[in-house]
């Protein structure tokens, strides 16, 4: 059998295509239609070998070419041919159907207009949503990556010294879910950090300040000593989790636990500044500033509640995965600020009366107003700027929203991910039947779920 004679015949004859089971018949004029389609291409193979780079088999007795595709997609395909309109296959994925037109060589653009925008619309959420979900593993605080890694984690322990203890230390520090003493610990970790936050900002007041022999005012001595202790309990924990971790190597790149340390390190640094301080060093003349530096980093101790709050790491990872939507509001901020400060401007530099005499003074007018804060510190005087300053207060609150929706749309989904993977970690209950119904669980899960 001459392949070219069997394909290369006149207009008016057929050759039969079996896709999964469903066979039709189409003329050589029907399929010359679409010449650049996968069909319209077997007319003009001129071998076996060429055919069967187009399908999956051939027949040539019966003229009839075989694929292994869907053949739902095919009856749309085939009324395609027949009608030149092209619309979604319902019951089928848009994927799937992608999938199918690029197998078959059409062009989407064929899509009839009451499909199009269905189709782009459900192209457009799926692409976006697997971007996010990219991102999502990408990120130190991504629920299937965490879950995962902490398996990963623990069979990394076989094998290594004190495989069995190291094991259960880890997996209580890191999971506040496998039992109610890991909840417990997780407990005293963040009561630990809201101690020592209450107890930095107390000691910014001078009411709980008191005066040493010299008659200077001095830090409390019972909040200080508050502080330290809860210092010593962050460095202990710190310390604990890189003895048992099973990689020392990952333990210290991770973001969570770069976070521990840098709010423990202040503490010892400052330690050293006051002992070099008191040795009366004249090279050292600007250390009291450096103390007082690194006291207020104190206040980054906060961070630490993300490693037990599914809300916190929701936040980071709404703030890392927004990137394009923050700065499309700081674009649009800019673009409006620069336009109404100069226009604030010129209707006010007459009025002596007016504070907003110059354009970098009605940047920060337009800033505060167009956030919708207004200070009430700069204000327009004149009717044009009064009218001005409606017009640019309207203007934020649409500048404003309009990203501020992707925003949080973006921290529902990573929040409502964070809350699936707390879920979905492994627990074990050590305590006995009973347990899962005590008050005391109850709002310690509580206190963990914020």
Request: charged share 20%.
């Amino acid at each position: 059998m001459v392949y070219g004679k069997v394909l290369h015949q006149a207009d008016g004859c057929f050759i039969n295509i079996n896709v999964g089971g469903f066979r039709q018949r189409m003329a050589h004029s029907v399929l010359r239609r679409l010449p650049q389609t996968r069909l319209a291409r077997l007319l003009r193979c001129t071998s076996r070998a060429a055919i069967l780079e187009l399908c999956d088999d051939f027949s040539s007795s019966e003229n009839e070419f075989y694929f292994d595709r869907n053949p739902v997609f095919f009856c749309s395909l085939h009324s395609f041919y027949l009608t030149g309109k092209l619309h979604l296959v319902d019951g089928l994925c848009v994927v799937s159907f992608f999938q199918e037109l690029e197998y078959w060589g059409i062009k989407e653009h064929h899509l009839d207009l009451c499909c199009s925008n269905r189709f782009q619309e459900l192209m457009r959420k799926i692409c976006l949503d697997e971007r996010d979900v990219d991102q999502h593993r990408q990120s130190s605080g991504s629920s299937a990556e965490n879950l995962s890694a902490l398996e990963d984690e623990l069979e990394e322990f076989e094998g290594s010294w004190c495989a069995n203890v190291r094991r259960n230390i880890w997996i209580r520090l890191e999971n506040p879910s496998y039992s109610t003493s890991a909840k417990v610990l997780a407990v005293l970790s963040v009561s630990a950090v809201v101690v020592s936050i209450v107890s930095m900002c107390l000691n910014s007041m001078p009411d709980f300040h008191q005066g040493d022999s010299d008659e200077k005012r001095i830090e409390n001595p019972l909040l200080v000593l508050l502080e330290n202790i809860c210092i010593l309990l962050f460095s202990g924990e710190f310390i604990l989790r890189l003895v048992v971790a099973p990689s020392a190597k990952k333990f210290l790149s991770s973001a969570l636990n770069i976070i521990d340390f840098l709010s423990i390190l202040p503490f010892y640094v400052t330690l050293i500044c006051d002992n070099t301080k008191k040795d009366g060093s004249k090279e050292l003349e600007n250390v009291g500033k450096v103390v007082q530096i690194l006291r207020l980093t104190r206040v980054f101790r906060v961070l630490k509640l993300a490693r037990h709050s599914a809300g916190l790491r929701s936040l980071g990872s709404t703030l890392r995965h927004s990137s394009r939507e923050m700065g499309q509001l700081l674009l649009f901020l800019s673009l409006g600020v620069s336009l109404f400060s100069a226009l604030i401007y010129f209707v006010e530099r007459e009025s002596k009366e007016s504070q907003l005499q110059t354009i970098p003074v009605g940047w920060w007018w337009a800033t505060i107003s167009m956030t919708t804060v207004g200070y009430g510190d700069t204000i327009p005087v004149t009717v044009a700027g009064r009218l001005i300053g409606t017009l640019c207060i309207v203007c934020g609150l649409l500048i404003v929203a309009l990203p501020i929706t992707n925003i949080f749309n973006k921290f529902s989904k990573l929040h409502q991910r964070q809350r699936r993977y707390t879920g979905q970690q492994p627990s074990q209950n050590r305590e006995g039947p009973y347990t899962d119904i005590l008050p005391v669980q109850k709002l310690i899960t509580f206190i963990l779920s914020c």
